[in-house]
Structures are given as structure tokens and as C-alpha cells.
């Protein structure tokens, strides 16, 4: 059940060194990138709220 844990922990480790490491148009470039998955993500969860339940 330990496993189910630190899996998902391991590939975070993964993911903070590799945006540490990376450089700063490469970082900016992710962070843009992130916002606008977010945007479409709160865009989306919005239209199921108003439709009253889940899509698909």
C-alpha cells in the first residue's frame, strides 16, 4: 500500500529537478504552458457545473 505513495512522490522528485535545472526561457515556457492547461481545465469543469453533472 507504501508503493501506491512513493511512486507518485519519486516522479514528483523527477519533475522539481528536471524544472530546477532547466533553463529560464524553458521554465517560462512550462509555466506558460501550465496556465493555459488550467485555463481549458477551469473552462471545462465551468461548462459541467452549469450542464449539472459530468460530460462524456
Known amino acids: 500500500m507504501l508503493w501506491h505513495a512513493v511512486v507518485p512522490l519519486l516522479g514528483l522528485a523527477v519533475v522539481i529537478a528536471v524544472v530546477v535545472e532547466a533553463s529560464a526561457t ?17 473552462v471545462q469543469y465551468g461548462g459541467r457545473a452549469r450542464a449539472g453533472g459530468a460530460r462524456g
Request: charged share 0%; no cysteine; proline share 0%.
Open 26 to 42: 524553458a521554465q517560462l515556457v512550462g509555466g506558460v504552458w501550465l496556465v493555459a492547461g488550467l485555463v481549458v481545465l477551469a
